[in-house]
């Protein structure tokens, strides 16, 4: 192919109008990027050097761990250590954020993730990702995480890597949605896309359907109508592959929902499941800077102000039609 290509580093110097200082952004991208070469790098060898399976410990969120999770975190946890302006690290796999101070010269950001989403498709060779939020921290921060507990609105940048047949980076900062393509022979993320745009509606939806005796009746009624097959139009196919980031990828590209609705608990309460720091307001993020929506199912996923740093809850993500439409048929009210 002819031309010279453009590369991530390069592309991010021509940033402008962004939600943070382009200076500051290509500081935190060019860490991000490291991180997804790492990691796409293990994954591609992780059955040969045994780095597959449980580690036979529980997590924060009171999972099983895998071994790709604690090494995908310290993947995080090295890079960003003397990753200046990040001075805090907010992940799934840790219970509290890790602090440095070292790194908290002037304006400060954290990087709030999830270090590889999807983790049980590991054993099996499946679809993975990594999803990252940027927040501004405020200039009298303690070492704790109060001044991150705002809605999604507040974030500056945000993005995810999926690790599929080729490794590609999507990310935003408030100006657009642009898509990179690992290519390892240079060893670089080339752009693939700029600017994109997803589709108003698209095909296909995504759902653990396994739980559908769960959900609310209106989740139920939302699924009947777009897998009637009475025209075109409401003519669904359903694509769950179980890596949050694979699915919301294919919508991103080719229009259609992710969902995953509450669901009653032992206690009898109807609760979420997707972490709303570092999942759910990434995503809706990218999904709206690229024409889509995301929503909790009643409101907003950006305008929802977290209580703690792992509060969970049910979204709904995608095209902007679809996402309206769920919200017609009232599926968490």
């Excluded at 975190?73 to 954020?97: A, R």
């Excluded at 929902?257 to 307001?281: F, Q, W």
């Amino acid at each position: 192919m002819g031309g010279e290509r453009m590369t991530l580093m390069r592309h991010l110097l021509t940033r402008e109008k962004t939600a943070i200082a382009p200076a500051d952004l290509a500081f935190v991208m060019e860490r991000i990027d490291l991180v997804g070469k790492r990691i796409a790098a293990e994954l591609a060898r992780a059955s040969l050097g045994g780095e597959l399976g449980y580690t036979g410990e529980i997590n924060v969120q009171g999972e099983k761990q895998k071994k790709l999770d604690e090494w995908t975190n310290k993947v995080f946890l090295e890079t960003f250590e003397h990753g200046f302006p990040v001075c805090s690290l907010v992940s799934e796999e840790m219970e509290k954020p890790r602090h440095y101070t070292k790194n908290c010269r002037g304006l400060s950001y954290a990087v709030i993730y999830d270090p590889l989403d999807g983790s049980s498709n590991t054993d099996i060779n499946g679809s993975l990702g990594t999803i990252f939020s940027v927040r501004e921290r405020v200039h009298s921060h303690g070492d704790d995480a109060a001044d991150l507990l705002g809605p999604g609105t507040q974030q500056v940048a945000a993005g995810y890597i999926v690790y599929g047949p080729a490794t590609q980076l999507v990310y935003t900062a408030g100006a657009g949605v642009d898509i990179f393509t690992l290519d390892d022979r240079l060893g670089e993320f080339i752009l693939w896309i700029e600017n994109h745009r997803m589709p108003k509606f698209g095909g296909t939806y995504a759902v653990n359907q396994g739980n559908v005796t769960k959900w609310h009746s209106g989740t139920r009624k939302f699924v009947e109508h777009i897998t009637s097959r009475k025209d075109k139009r409401t003519s669904y196919s359903s694509r769950y592959c179980g890596a949050l980031v694979a699915d919301f990828h294919r919508c991103l590209l080719e229009g259609g929902i992710y969902m995953y609705p509450s669901e009653v608990a032992t206690d009898g309460k109807r609760k979420g499941k997707i972490r709303l720091m570092y999942e759910i307001a990434p995503l809706a993020m990218v999904a709206e800077q690229a024409g889509g929506r995301g929503s909790n199912g009643k409101m907003r996923a950006l305008d929802i102000v977290p209580r703690e740093i792992h509060e969970r809850q049910p979204v709904y993500i995608g095209s902007a039609d679809e996402v309206s439409l769920a919200e017609e048929f009232r599926v968490e009210e």
